[in-house]
């Protein structure tokens, strides 16, 4: 077999059994690989009877169909389960060296099942499988479980992937780190592995991927990585990481400050990436096989936090935490990253948690009476750190806010939830400023897994540079795509939702693709795969193929419930228009927004309440989920 290893390693954590089983015809001709395979696993193995945090969930890690290659950032991996955030389909995606490894091991994809008696962590070295206790690292931080357990079993080369207090504790957004920097931060697949007691998972390989097309497959690969060297947003990526955003979103008004209050907050500027750069920067990194080497290793050399270090910090945690928190200080905002990556838990959920937090207490819904006693003004960057360890614990205010800040404003009442910025099916995202970009606001309402932007951030009405007005009009039918605040998004959205489908199945970066006005395409996605596998697929099959996964992770949704009535931008950004800054007056106007809906539904083959429709359901070959949809709306 060319592309795949060929095994599903199964372990069914309740009895200890370990079985490897072959990778089906039906599986990898129909979903390729990673996230598209774990989605379709979940979709048979967990009903709307199974709680998330049982031991009935399934776990699903899963490396993609080139990953293991020199293909630019052959090196993703998925983790799907439902989550215990949303109750729905739920994944995470992370960069690093871990499924590379896995992959060299010899297999595609690991499904967990049951539950252990008992902390323990799996160990892979090739053939050789074991579960081992893991007693003693319950309780410890990603790091420390890291080195310690590369400490027992002796080999640096080793990738592991861990929880900390987060998953042990149960907190519904707790990550799974990888190498103890990288994250599958959303959805909270760190608290499934610590229902499961499952404290991490260890991983040597040392076989090799077979291509079908070695030549041809290395030539397409070569002209990827300096397609990807010379693209518009390499530079600013490739020096400054994903911090590189941050000035940038604030300039075109897209930055939510202060909880979303308003766009405007000069201080910004402190937490730019070339603040980042001139006082904390070690050096670049970068994950398995990428050309672009984002990961920005920094350290604090002075003030209350020096000494604190880490392999990377995201534009994802300097958002929220410093623009939606009012702290200017980068060096407080680079500690509440790192003990995000320590404790193992998602910083976008628990930085809008935080602004949301900060909302409260400033109107008085909350007092210090609620918090402990912790003073959770804006800008109070100590209160906000206290809260993180409180979180992590489960300590007092913290087990609160542990449960998401949906749960949490449900508890508090006295209409908390109207102070949440954005929502959607039980996830949130309060950090770009969708208002003003209606082809993302769309991705936001319709991705499968809640309220993100990896679901199909659409990068081209974003990127002006990335386009070109006859390119908008061959490829989406009008060169309105390119501008943001325009509803005609539709065939855009849908086209990058596909997109990045199809590169979660792959498993390649995101940020190397059009989902960031970049270099690859569906096209070049093709020609990857179809080398790599000597299966012989063009961007309409492939398309085709991401439409089947996304139909199938819709009805996942649509048998726990979800209809058009979920596909919303929820929370003040529903209503409200944007305070301040450059785009000040945009907002997400509601008749409009509704015949955009309408107009994806009918992109997509779904009906008028978003359900795929019987006859799109067959003609993607999904016959067996058409029948159970089909029981399910009558
Ligand atoms: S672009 Fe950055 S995050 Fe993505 S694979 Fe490359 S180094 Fe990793």
Known sequence: MYGWMGIILRVDLTSGKIEKEPLSDRLRLNYLGGRGINSRILYDSVGPEVDALSPENTLIFGTGTVVGTIAPSAGRITVTAKSPLTGILGDGNSGGHFSAEMKWAGYDHIVFTGKADRPVYLWIENDHVELRPAEHLWGKTTAETDEEIHRELGDPAIKIAAIGPGGENLVRYASVMFENCHAVGRTGMGAVMGSKNLKAVAVRGTKGVKVAHPGPFMRLSRNLHERIINSPVYKGLAHYGTPYFTVGMYRSGWLAIKNAQTNEWPDVLKLGHKVLKRDYFVKELACTSCPRHCNQAWVVRGGPYT????????????????????????????????????????????????????????????????????????????????????????????????????????????????????????????????????????????????????????????????????????????????IASSYKKAPLVVYTQNLCTLTDCLELCKYNTEFQGEAMNIEDLAGLFSLATGIEMDEKAMSTVAERIYAVEKAFLVREGMTRKDDIVGGKWGSEPIVGGPAAGERIHPEKFDKLLDEYYQLRGWDSMGIPTTSTLSALGLEDIAEEIRTKSQ
């Open 307 to 482: 000494g604190t270090h880490g392999a990377k910090i995201e534009y994802g945690a300097i958002a929220p935490f410093g623009a939606g928190c009012l702290i200017s200080d980068f060096g407080a905002v680079a500690k509440m990253n790192s003990l995000c990556d320590d404790y193992g838990l998602d910083l976008i959920e628990l930085g809008i948690t935080l602004n949301t937090v900060m909302e409260w207490y400033d109107r008085g819904l909350i007092t210090k009476d609620d918090t402990d006693g912790v003073d959770i003004i804006w800008g109070n960057a100590e209160a906000a750190i206290e809260l993180i360890h409180k979180v992590a614990r489960r300590e007092g205010f913290g087990n609160l806010l542990a449960e998401g800040p949906l749960r949490a404003a449900e508890q508090i009442g006295r209409g908390a939830d109207k102070y949440i910025a954005l929502h959607s099916k039980g996830m949130t995202y309060g950090i770009d400023d969708i208002r003003a970009m209606k082809g993302y606001a769309l991705n936001i309402a319709t991705s499968t897994r809640g309220a993100d932007h990896l679901r199909g951030m659409p990068g081209l009405e974003m990127i002006p540079q990335a386009s070109t007005p006859e390119m908008l009009e061959r490829r989406f039918g009008t060169t309105e795509a390119g």
